[in-house]
Structures are given as C-alpha cells and as structure tokens.
C-alpha cells in the first residue's frame, strides 16, 4: 500500500466519522459498553490469549 493510498484511506475514514450525527455516535459507544470484557484479557494482558494460540498451533 503506498502512502497515496494510506493518506486516501485515513481521509475517508476520519471524514466519514465527523459525518456521522453524535447520536450514532452516543448510541455506538453505548453499545460496546454493553458488551461484557474477557476478563483474562482484562487482567492478565495478552499472555491467556497467547497461550490459547500456542495451544491450538500444537493441537
């Protein structure tokens, strides 16, 4: 991906944000606060999830 395209991409992204009315917005962060955390993730950091992939590789 060259730097045009990465300059194209963050431009679409950051326009389409400011685009959207702030009850989206309010209604969006809302929503993922609803959604419970993993909670090894929450407190241990990225070792479980680690784990879990070393795990799967040796299975």
Known sequence: MSLNDYIKYLTQQITSYIDT???EKREKRLKNKEVPPVYS???LGVLPFAFK???KKTD
């Open 21 to 23: 009315p702030i009850e």
């Open 41 to 43: 993730n929450r407190w």
């Open 53 to 55: 992939v070393a795990k």
